[in-house]
């Protein structure tokens, strides 16, 4: 069976891995791939959204099935695209992506559906949007409508800082075309949790519960990022919560987006909210979520290639049995490059450790130095990007997968390395709380 990877990142290289651990005689291709995933896959140097080069790259392999990473390209159509072609893809349509593309659109289809969600408005105008803001109050949250690669969403602590959001957002254009609108809404009190739901269209199958961890540095403190780490599985996430958001929030999403004529196959993300006052929605993502895959994919006993195939072949899941996870946890460390989240530094050579069972390096912003130039016959991998690495470690504990996941990020070694050594601190300090032991994970 040949399958076709669109993507390049840490995400990418998780689900090649997986794939493979599902069926190891696969012929697999990644466009445009990274050094990671280059171990175990063909690589073709094709952006993820040049939906015409990977169209012609797909006729001419003719995969079993497609699975799409980023959201850039299933906003560009590429489902639409290869579907029409009858090519099996896993991934949205381009109206069923707006779930995530268009921040506006889902927050009212959630209103309309009953999906319980925090209450928002939207502006083109900074008028309008300050009087929204000092209308909520600080805390605020401000969110650029459109794709801003994780980065569009301001949690505003003071009124201050949600009029300097708000101005940079639409006077000076800071996202672009991505916050020429933007939503203002109030901020929920409570912890977040990722759920993915493999989706036909109609039935789902629910993965575990996984924790993001967005803020650069430890303690949840410094500016949002795409994501510094993350773990699985989560207490808070128990049987009655999982059919409780399969009920309210995925199922009433999936039928409202059939409603609108575009209905949702593929991965569908929602980030949640536990409040005081039950579960909510914070955003849909239409795609498996970075770094939150690798740390689930890991724990994953049953087959994601499967349920994808079924997906992707236009079947129901409708007698696709749920999935089964190995005991224990799993933690994923971001390495990230200097001057991430903002204007990153390139080139700097990366040092490896020995292999260790049990660890997982997943590759995100790398590349191999130029062997020729450099007159070596294994030339050094290089940071590529803002996010660098993903080092996922799956163990018995928690603590213990805590542990060998920073202890083996802090061994791989570039200039300007980032990095937090506290994920999973919130899970950690209530097991230490349970334990009767109050201190700080």
């Known amino acids: 069976m040949k399958v076709l990877i669109v993507g390049g990142g840490a995400r990418e290289h998780a689900i090649a891995w997986k794939l493979l651990q599902d069926d190891p005689a696969l012929d697999l291709i990644a466009a445009p791939g990274n050094p990671g995933i280059a171990t175990l896959a063909r690589c073709v140097p094709i952006p993820a959204d040049d939906i015409g080069a990977l169209l012609s790259l797909a006729r001419a392999e003719r995969p079993d099935l497609t699975v799409v990473g980023p959201e850039a390209p299933l906003d560009a159509g590429i489902a639409d695209a290869f579907r029409a072609e009858g090519l099996p893809i896993f991934g949205p349509t381009r109206a069923a992506a707006r779930i995530e ?259 997982y390096v997943f590759h995100a912003g790398t590349r191999v130095a130029d062997a020729n130039a450099l007159n070596v016959d294994e030339p050094p991998v290089l940071t590529d990007g803002g996010r660098v690495l993903s080092v996922t470690a799956v163990a018995p504990t928690l603590r213990a997968a805590s542990n060998r996941s920073r202890r083996y990020a802090e061994h791989i070694r570039f200039a300007g390395r980032q990095m937090r050594h506290d994920i999973a601190w919130r899970e950690l300090r209530r097991e230490a709380q349970k334990s009767g032991n109050g201190s700080h994970a």
């Not at 933007?182 to 039935?203: N, Y």
């Not at 569908?268 to 239409?286: D, H, P």
């Not at 007698?319 to 200097?338: C, I, K, R």
């Open 101 to 359: 593309t268009s921040k506006r659109f889902a927050k009212e289809l959630m209103l309309r559906a009953g999906v319980p969600t925090a209450r928002a408005s939207h502006h083109t105008t900074v008028e309008t949007a300050l009087r929204a803001a000092h209308a909520i109050g600080a805390p605020v949250v401000i969110k650029a409508s459109g794709l801003a690669a994780g980065k569009g969403v301001v949690i505003a602590e003071t009124m201050a800082e949600a009029e300097r959001a708000i101005t940079e957002m639409l006077d000076v254009g800071k996202f672009g075309e991505a916050g020429k609108e933007i939503l203002i809404e109030e901020f929920m009190v409570g912890e977040e949790i990722s759920v993915f739901a493999v989706c036909d269209g109609q039935h789902s199958r629910l993965m575990i519960g996984a924790q993001d961890h967005k803020r650069l540095e430890d303690g949840d403190m410094g500016p949002n990022t795409g994501g510094m780490g993350a773990y699985a599985p989560v207490s808070l996430d128990t049987a009655s919560l999982q059919a409780l958001v399969k009920v309210t929030i995925i199922d009433r999403t999936l039928a409202a987006l059939r409603e609108e004529h575009s209905a949702f196959s593929g991965l569908l993300y929602a980030g949640l909210m536990l409040t005081a006052t039950g579960v909510k929605v914070v955003e849909f993502n239409c795609r498996f979520g970075d770094p939150e895959t690798q740390a689930l994919l890991p724990l994953m006993a049953s087959s994601l290639l499967q349920p994808m195939l079924t997906v992707a072949r236009g079947e129901s899941l409708v007698d696709t049995p749920e999935f089964e996870w190995n005991a224990g946890s799993s933690v994923t460390t971001v390495l990230a490059a200097a001057g991430y989240p903002g204007k990153v530094r390139k080139g700097d050579a990366i040092a490896f450790p020995e292999p260790e069972d049990g660890v």
